[in-house]
């Protein structure tokens, strides 16, 4: 076999936009997320999240958006916080870079059932923009109590707002994408975000070298 021609092969499959919608959970409903399935530690966490006021954007929200998945999943994304679409549903990732992010996971031998994906904050900020310091700061610990539920053995931070945020630091996400680091003793892998792969084509190839390289920690076949 032809491996360079089986990567690109597989990197088609991965990105290509006229293969349609990607199949997502479906534990979700049209204005929330149903929160079913979840062990009586995240359930918990789930009802704090759900009611919480504790920065601005509680106000311009529709729904919070806790995040969905396995529970006890091996491997977690995060990225930096809802779109519209996600603001709608209250579900992580189901617009168009939700659908990218599908077929990413995909391409690793996964579905989205089997990882956990959440942001780094739970509700939309304004237009879309980043959310501010104060912001992340307020709502960071509902992420890391999920962490330290599901205890991942490897975190893909997706995009350089979630990679800064976790690892504390002020370096682009093109100085620290590729690269491992730990965060609590977990393997951290910051990578770049759907959305930007979406405007930024060329950039889906270094994107898939960093998911084989997590590919490999975990043993799944490539």
Known sequence: MDILKDVYGVEFLLFDEKEGHSRVSENSSETGYVAEDMNREMQV?????????????????????????????????????????EDRQGRPFVGRAGQLLTKMINAMGLEREDVFIANIVKCRPPQNRNPFKDEISTCIGYLYKQIEIIKPEVIISLGGVAAQALLNTEKGISRLRGKFTELNGIKLMPTFHPAYLLRNPKMKRPAWEDLQEVMKILNLKQ
């Open 45 to 85: 966490l789930f009802d704090k999240v759900s009611v919480c006021v504790e920065c601005p954007l509680h106000k311009t929200r529709s729904n919070v958006v806790f995040g969905e998945g396995n529970t006890d999943a091996r491997l977690m994304f995060i990225g930096e916080g809802p779109g519209a679409e």
